[in-house]
């Protein structure tokens, strides 16, 4: 059972380069989110796709795009890397619905210089 | 609009010592209630939930009931281990809204 595919685990990027994170679940899921973490902070949401071909803004989506490529996969672009990116990113995905559980990939641990 | 506020941590304890960690929310409307655990270096977790009012969510141990009329979801757990040593994240969702989480209080267990 892979559930939620998370790729890189780890990346080291400098200020202005760009890089995609991959997103990938096997739960056939309508809903799947990209949140990041930071100390003090919680997870905050930085876009969502409700349902397949549909994205929206979360709390926290400046410097970032998504695509929603198919049902399964959801990847997150950083256009030009700032040091305020360096975070955790964890994607997420559930069915659709209030009581529904999400499902959270390893996260990747991203570290802008 | 919605909010979950947990207590701050690092909450710190020995092992067999009863645990709470508050939770109360602000919801326009009556939200399910989920508490998620984070152990190191991993993702998170469905510990237990709970959807309409007076329900208990349970699991390994751990306890929450879903209060309305304090609006709140406190998680217990009786007996802690060094295992339960994580970060425990407390959150609400609204029909087909996203999860709105809190901001995490970090457990320490020690022997």
């Known amino acids: 059972n892979a559930g939620v595919t998370q790729t890189p685990k780890f990346q080291v990027l400098k200020t202005g380069q760009s890089m995609t994170l991959q997103c990938a679940q096997d739960m056939n899921h309508n809903s799947m989110y990209w949140y990041r973490q930071d100390p003090g902070m919680g997870l905050r949401l930085i876009y969502y796709?409700?349902?397949?071909?549909?994205?929206d803004k979360g709390e926290v989506p400046n410097g970032y795009n998504v695509s929603r490529l198919n049902k399964r996969e959801f990847s997150l672009r950083l256009e030009s890397a700032a040091p305020s990116q360096t975070s955790v990113y964890f994607c997420?995905?559930?069915?659709?619905?209030?009581?529904?559980?999400?499902?959270f990939g390893q996260g990747t641990r991203l570290t802008v210089v | 609009g919605d909010s979950v506020t947990q207590m701050e941590g690092p909450v710190t304890l020995s092992e067999e010592a009863f645990l709470t960690i508050n939770c109360t929310y602000t919801?326009?409307?009556?939200?399910?209630l989920f508490w998620y655990v984070q152990y190191p270096g991993e993702g998170l977790q469905l510990l237990l939930k709970?959807?309409?009012?007076?329900d208990k969510g349970s699991n390994k141990g751990f306890e929450a009931t879903y209060r309305k009329e304090t609006t709140s979801f406190h998680l217990e757990k009786g007996s802690v281990q060094v295992s339960d040593s994580a970060v425990y994240f407390c959150?609400?969702?609204?029909?087909?809204?996203?999860?709105?989480f809190g901001k995490g209080t970090m457990l320490l267990v020690s022997p």
């Open positions: 709970a959807t309409k009012a007076d």
């Open positions: 919801a326009t409307g009556y939200p399910s």
């Open positions: 959150a609400l969702k609204l029909g087909y809204s996203t999860l709105t």
């Open positions: 796709s409700a349902s397949e071909g549909t994205t």
């Open positions: 997420a995905s559930n069915r659709a619905g209030g009581s529904t559980e999400a499902f």
